[in-house]
């Protein structure tokens, strides 16, 4: 069963380590790291439908990974996750393009929810493309 390939970017083991077991029971190809600069080597190396990314990481900060996947790779879905939310980066994040914003401690419901409207937006795009 293949629903989409899940990049989380995301500086707390236990964020990346729930992700991958909500994620992969469920079908998705999901791969995990710990710092945006590994982040956007492996979105150079491989296609992903959705990235995973949190706000406040130690290398690079998520509305900065935002822009960047939108400039580079403008299909993939970002879903922004943190436990920083305030309506200024929330709004920030929607008006640079993500396509959702999670706030920490998730549920598994929330991100589940969130990556299958992402990922089905995503096949839309690439329908759109085809035509």
């Known amino acids: ?9 995301d500086d707390e083991d236990i964020v990346r380590m729930s992700c991958q077991r909500i994620l992969a029971p469920e079908g998705y190809e999901v791969k995990t790291t710990k710092s945006a600069v590994e982040g956007f080597k492996l979105l150079g190396e491989e296609c992903f439908d959705v990235v995973l990314t ?16 939108k400039e580079e790779w403008p299909d993939i879905e970002i879903i922004m996750i943190t436990g920083y939310q305030t309506i200024n980066t929330a709004v920030q994040a929607i008006k640079l ?23 089905e937006q995503r096949k839309e795009k690439k329908q759109d493309k085809g035509r």
């Open 1 to 9: 069963m293949d629903t989409g390939k899940i990049l989380v970017i």
């Open 54 to 69: 949190d706000l406040k990481m130690p290398d690079i900060d998520g509305i900065e990974v935002l822009r960047r996947v």
């Open 97 to 119: 393009g993500a396509f959702d914003y999670i706030e920490k401690p998730f549920t598994p419901d929330s991100i589940l929810s969130a990556i299958g409207k992402a990922v």
